[in-house]
């Protein structure tokens, strides 16, 4: 059994390491500002962006990998004088 | 099919990414440079027991940790963007990119998230030596984890250690080492992270400039200048040498991108170095006009910086693009037609497999092989196509060169009236380096825009254009994103700075 800075009696490493993670949160001052900027951008983020706008192109049309070689497969070898519409959009 | 691709989403597609890029970058250089500065701080610290050292290291300390708050998971964004905006070419480079990224992951989740508890919530709690210890390993960790990302974006200038397999559309990681101690990667590393001390050191200079002009914590002002001038003067040196070596790398590898960054359309001996110019925006690569409006040359340094030779011909845009016999160097025209043969033979190989007619199946496959090295190519319609845009890059390059230059300078000058001790009077230099910190933002902006502008029209150098590595998407879904994206990154950024304002107007004695 040892005392940590907190005055409390902790047994294991574990407990004590537990300890300094939890005695380190709540001593924080700016940091529960940035924490909750961090916890909103990731609701936004995941949330928000990756489930509704951001859904994986290949991953949501097609269930098997062969079909996702296929299809890539399949838009690289296209004739090559159809994507001249498509190289007019190059320039940014 | 590719014909039925909406044209606009690919110009939309790229603004985005340039937006998420731009944004992520604001915040990583200074978390990559700073980390080093507060480990010297805190060193002193620890050599010293002095408590104003102490105090000054916890200061900048919680700005670190203000900004890597606001800057975290904002790269997230762009791997979402991989999937949905491009996801050809996301398929296609699967395989080589999941080793380094996953190794970034880890990486970053080990070394930071442990060693950053510890370094935050360690003031009296752990041994000042273990303390201190956690405090470097946070910077080595931060700059390891750039490696990983910084390996993947050079094996898309220069894709070596790879092959590309027709039954899976897949670019298949042959060698982990090649991709790794890629030469393009090594000299990406070390100009990023040495440039990001740079950046890092201007942000101390003006933050402790903005005190010194408003007369509060003047001794922790002077104290941080010293050592961030110090630190930000050696941190030059090696952004100049490692950028001498980045455009040797690009000059091999990347000759158009070297040839549009200084604006050279004609290749010549003894070329000589843009030391500064006005350059013809309206010049096309295959119009009379001249490319610039007025130039200064410095004679037979661009031959010395891309080849290591003085007298050496470098190549120009129209040699690139036309060819040069003379100098033996085949024009895109050329390349087209090899990468138009790759492409049929990869169609042919395809249709070969289904009809189960393995021998015209491999005849197909060994003619894509001898040609494949072109295959992009065989993507363009025109020649010119294999242009970037060359005033960009040209701009680009030389704010990064001139800002590049006047930053030592700078450095040098607060050393100096740090020596004299009468800094505290020289109110323009004050003035002068309350600035520097955006001028190093314009620096690091610049860099990446010579880096992937001038790479264009490729999404992978030479094998893949980024109107192929695109997904079939219309580009109002992109164009509704990309409003998204201002408008969240526009309320982070005013979030981070104004929490990064408060705590700068508090200082370090309410730490």
Redesign the interface.
């Known amino acids: 059994m040892e005392q940590t800075?907190t005055g409390r009696l902790v047994a294991s490493p574990l407990g004590r390491i537990a300890e300094?993670?939890i005695?380190?949160?709540r001593?924080m001052t700016?940091?529960r500002?940035?924490?909750k900027?961090?916890i909103i951008?990731?609701i936004?983020?995941f949330g928000v962006?990756?489930l509704f706008?951001?859904?994986?192109?290949?991953?949501t049309r097609f269930s098997t990998?062969q079909q996702?070689?296929?299809y890539?497969?399949?838009?690289?070898?296209?004739?090559?004088s159809?994507?001249?519409?498509?190289?007019?959009?190059?320039?940014? | 099919m590719i014909e039925n691709l909406d044209p606009t989403m690919v110009n939309w597609a790229r603004a985005q990414f340039a937006l998420t890029a731009m944004y992520h970058w604001i915040f990583v250089p200074l978390t990559l440079g700073i980390t080093w500065i507060i480990a010297f701080y805190h060193t002193i610290y620890v050599k010293t027991g002095s408590e104003e050292w102490k105090n000054l290291t916890k200061f900048w300390m919680k700005l670190f940790g203000i900004n890597f708050a606001i800057g975290v998971a904002t790269g997230i964004i762009m791997e979402f963007e991989f999937g949905t905006n491009w996801s050809n070419y996301s398929w296609m480079v699967g395989d080589i990119f999941g080793a380094p990224l996953a190794i970034e992951g880890i990486a970053a989740f080990f070394l930071e998230a442990t060693f950053f508890a510890v370094m935050f919530f360690g003031w009296n709690r752990v041994s000042k030596r273990f303390h201190l210890f956690a405090t470097w390993m946070v910077a080595v960790g931060s700059n390891l984890s750039a490696v990983w990302i910084l390996v993947a974006n050079a094996w898309m200038q220069h894709p070596v250690g790879q092959a590309f397999n027709p039954d899976t559309a897949r670019f298949e990681m042959h060698n982990f080492a090649d991709v790794v101690f890629n030469p393009v990667a090594v000299s990406k590393f070390t100009h990023t992270t040495s440039a990001s001390m740079l950046f890092a050191s201007l942000f101390i200079l003006s933050v402790s400039s903005w005190y010194l002009l408003k007369g509060r914590h003047v001794q922790m002002a002077k104290r941080s200048i010293i050592v961030a001038a110090v630190f930000g003067l050696l941190a030059s040196g090696f952004v100049g040498f490692t950028g001498d070596e980045a455009a040797y790398e690009d000059a091999q590898h990347q000759p158009m991108k070297l040839a549009a960054f200084e604006g050279l359309y004609q290749g010549e001996k003894n070329a000589g170095l843009v030391a500064f110019g006005l350059i013809n925006s309206s010049k096309k690569v295959d119009d009379d006009q001249d490319p610039f409006h007025f130039e200064i040359r410095l004679p037979g340094i661009l031959s010395m910086l891309a080849n290591r030779k003085f007298g050496s011909f470098v190549p120009g845009i129209n040699d690139l693009v036309y060819g040069n016999e003379e100098q033996g160097i085949m024009g895109a025209a050329e390349k087209m037609e090899k990468g138009k043969i790759a492409i049929a033979q990869l169609d042919a190989y395809k249709k070969f497999k289904k009809a189960g007619d393995e021998a015209g199946a491999a005849a197909a496959l060994s003619l894509f092989d001898q040609n494949r090295e072109y295959l992009g190519y065989g993507f363009l319609n025109r020649p010119e196509e294999a242009v970037p845009p060359v005033a960009l890059s040209f701009n680009a390059f030389h704010i990064m060169v001139v800002l590049g230059t006047v930053f030592p300078l700078v450095f040098l000058a607060f050393l100096y009236f740090s020596y004299k001790d009468t800094l505290l009077e020289q109110k323009w230099l004050l003035g002068g380096g309350v600035i520097m910190f955006f001028l190093g933002l314009i620096a690091h902006q610049a860099g990446w825009v010579v880096a992937e502008v001038g790479r264009q029209p490729w999404a992978i150098q030479d094998l893949l254009p980024v109107t192929v590595a695109r997904s079939n998407l219309t580009a109002g879904t992109v164009k509704t994103t990309f409003v998204m994206f201002l408008v969240l990154f526009t309320v982070l950024l005013i979030a981070e700075v104004s929490i990064m304002l408060k705590q700068i107007s508090i200082g370090p004695e309410e730490n």
């Not at chain 1, 706008?53 to 991953?59: A, C, K, N, S, Y």
């Not at chain 1, 890539?72 to 090559?80: D, G, M, Y």
């Not at chain 1, 159809?82 to 940014?92: C, D, I, K, V």
């Open positions: 800075y300094f993670y005695d380190g949160f001593r700016v940091g500002t940035l924490w900027v961090i951008k990731l936004i983020m962006l990756k706008f951001f859904q994986d192109f290949l991953g990998d996702r070689a296929d890539v497969l399949e838009q690289i070898t296209a004739p090559v159809a994507q001249r519409a498509s190289n007019q959009g190059g320039e940014l």
